[in-house]
């Protein structure tokens, strides 16, 4: 790599890591040293064929999605979270703000699996569309459908408290069903 492409790769890791760490620490299930790993070694591999690539974000993305369903493929065992004590239940009633709401999709997107998990980051996060997603992950159209269908489900019984964002209470303004770009 000469030195107009180290600095062309230097500007695009310092201004796009932000967005594709965001990424990466979704598709980890919300661990960010293992998003942090995962960015890492895209950015390695984008760098060996730094001069060839005709759009960086674009492949680095691809490169992201594809060590994550590789990892998942390997069935590797899953970390588990350790606390001191077990998180507090909202009452019923209660009003969550949405930094709780956040942190109770972060916490039932870690229990869902790494496939679930990969399918609704690319559905909703990433807003791509069903053949893409099927493309990517190197499946069906019919299995990405059932896949997202089995993981809201799933993440709906995760976390009950998530239901109040299909339902709008009367009198509020609608808020959208699906889990779409969220500050991680």
Same mark, same amino acid.
């Given at each position: 790599? @000469? /030195?107009?492409?180290? @600095?062309?790769?230097?500007e695009f890791v310092a201004t796009r890591s932000p967005a594709l760490l965001k990424t990466a620490v979704l598709l980890s299930g919300g661990d960010r040293h *293992?998003?942090? @790993?995962?960015l890492q070694n895209a950015l390695v591999k984008a760098a060996g064929r730094w001069r060839r690539i005709g759009e960086p974000e674009a492949y680095v993305r691809r490169i992201l999605y594809r060590q994550q369903v590789s990892r998942?493929?390997?069935?590797?065992?899953?970390?588990?979270?350790?606390? *001191?004590?077990?998180?507090?239940? /909202?009452?019923?009633? @209660? *009003?969550t703000s949405a930094a709780e709401l956040r942190i109770v999709l972060r916490g039932a997107l870690a229990k869902l699996t790494a496939r679930q998990r990969t399918v609704l980051v690319l559905r909703y996060f990433e807003d791509l569309p069903e053949a893409e997603v099927a493309q990517l992950l190197g499946c069906s159209v019919g299995t990405v459908r059932s896949?997202?269908?089995r993981s809201l489900a799933r993440l709906r019984s995760l976390a009950p408290e998530l239901a109040r964002l299909d339902r709008p209470e009367s009198g509020s303004r609608s808020m959208s069903r699906d889990f779409s770009?969220?500050?991680v």
């Open positions: 790599m @000469d /030195a107009q492409e180290q @600095d062309s790769f230097r *293992a998003g942090e @790993d995962l998942w493929r390997l069935k590797w065992p899953r970390r588990e979270l350790a606390v *001191a004590e077990p998180p507090e239940s /909202a009452a019923a009633g @209660d *009003a896949t997202t269908h770009p969220m500050e």
